[in-house]
């Protein structure tokens, strides 16, 4: 029981409120924005900024629409940095199941499958005059049937709830930020 306790801790502190950066992000190739979103294959609704998010971004940020060109652009720089977080998650999945062999650890609770995910993005003009857009992922989105007027947000739910900021400008990654384990 003891053990398991330390598991169940040692997870929570990886797991919680993670800020990363992917070097692979420095990397990326031009994108292809000829390609269309297709709101059947990837559920996905642009969430307009107003002054109920400004836990999000600073309320001197004015809203910005998002191009499809945008979108692309965004989903292009979160599946590098997931499969960059993906590489270190079975990292931590085998150094888990080494260190307790007795414990049956899934690996799909440590990994992330974008299929699996729904995405909500809003998006803002700092006054540096920089696109930034927040992207939240949600397992199950169809069990959010609010998805398209406001943002998915829980406690807990580990690896299933995550988000981060994406600098177009730039072309970042910033403030990602997974659930805990509850």
């Known amino acids: ?7 169940f801790l040692l997870l ?3 797991s919680c409120n993670r800020t990363v950066e992917s070097s692979a992000l420095d990397k990326i190739q031009p994108l292809d924005c000829t390609q269309k979103i297709d709101n059947e294959s990837l559920d996905f609704h642009v969430i307009k900024f107003d002054s109920s ?3 999000l971004f600073s309320k001197s ?3 910005k629409e998002l191009t499809n060109n945008q979108i692309i652009e965004c989903e292009s720089l979160l599946k590098l940095f997931v499969k960059d977080y ?3 998650a079975t990292k931590k999945f085998d150094e888990m199941t080494k260190k307790y062999p007795n ?3 899934n690996l799909l609770d440590f990994t992330i499958e974008l299929d699996d995910y729904g995405r909500q993005y809003m998006s803002v003009v700092s006054n540096k005059g920089e696109i930034l857009v927040f992207v939240n992922c949600f397992c199950s989105p169809k069990n959010f049937n609010y998805r398209d007027k406001m943002l998915v947000q829980v406690d807990d739910g580990g ?3 995550f988000h981060f900021k994406v600098n177009l400008t730039e072309k970042k990654v910033f403030d990602f930020i997974e659930n805990g384990v509850g």
């Not at 029981?1 to 598991?7: A, G, N, Q, R």
Request: net charge positive; glycine share 0%.
């Open 1 to 7: 029981m003891k053990s398991l306790l330390t598991i």
């Open 12 to 14: 929570t502190i990886l």
């Open 53 to 55: 998010y400004q836990h």
């Open 61 to 63: 940020f004015s809203p």
């Open 86 to 88: 993906n590489l270190e």
């Open 103 to 105: 414990i049956k650890f």
């Open 159 to 161: 690896n299933c709830f």
